[in-house]
Structures are given as C-alpha cells and as structure tokens.
Nanobody
Framework: QVQLVESGGGLVQAGGSLRLSCAASRSIFSTSVSNWYRQAPGKQRELVARITVGNIINYADSVKGRFTISRDNVKNTVSLQMNSLKPEDTAVYYC????????????WGQGTQVTVSS
C-alpha cells in the first residue's frame, strides 16, 4: 500500500497564491498518471490537473493559466502551484496516483483544505 500525503493548503485572500505538494511513501509518480482533484461543499469531485508518465499535462478550463502541475521523480512528489486564486477555488484538494494495466492501482491522499476569501 502506498500513502499519499498532501500539504500546503490554507487560507488565502483572492488573488493570492498557494503551492500544494503531495508526497508518496514510495516511488510511484514516475510510473503513474498523477492527478489533483478538488471537491467543494455540495459539489462533485472534479479533476483540476493531470500529468501523465509522458509529461502530457491537462487542466480544467476553470484553472488554465492560473494553476501549474509538476512532478519531481527524485523527491517523489507532485505539486500544484495555484496563482490568482478565486473564491470559487475553495475546496478540499486531493492528490491521486493511477495506473492501469497488469499492475493497476488508484491511490488517494487524505485531502488538504484550500479556502480563498473575497
């Protein structure tokens, strides 16, 4: 079993920045699709950003140009740099590592709260 631990959440004013990090208990991100999801109160969990093994990156339309996902295979971390934050970015953010195929898994972190005040 792999543990994913997120950090970096908190309270920030609109227009501010936060950097979320996700650390894995063993080397996994280099062979996984790494995702950041978020879930706001009363809403479904949504994909925010994704980076594949081949470094293909996708973002939700709502965060394009403001958020940046990155991966450090040496430190075994995935990060989400969030700039120009808006109140609607308020949510619990979750780190996720997925792999399909003969060796498949779907690991989730416990989530970290991001609150953006107006």
């Amino acid at each position: 079993q792999v543990q994913l631990v997120e950090s970096g959440g908190g309270l920030v004013q609109a227009g501010g920045s936060l950097r979320l990090s996700c650390a894995a208990s063993r080397s996994i991100f280099s062979t996984s699709v790494s995702n950041w999801y978020r879930q706001a109160p009363g809403k479904q969990r949504e994909l925010v950003a994704r980076i594949t093994v081949g470094n293909i990156i996708n973002y939700a339309d709502s965060v394009k140009g403001r958020f940046t996902i990155s991966r450090d295979n040496v430190k075994n971390t995935v990060s989400l740099q969030m700039n120009s934050l808006k109140p609607e970015d308020t949510a619990v953010y979750y780190c996720n590592a997925q792999r399909r195929g003969i060796t498949s898994y779907d690991y989730w972190g416990q989530g970290t709260q991001v609150t953006v005040s107006s």
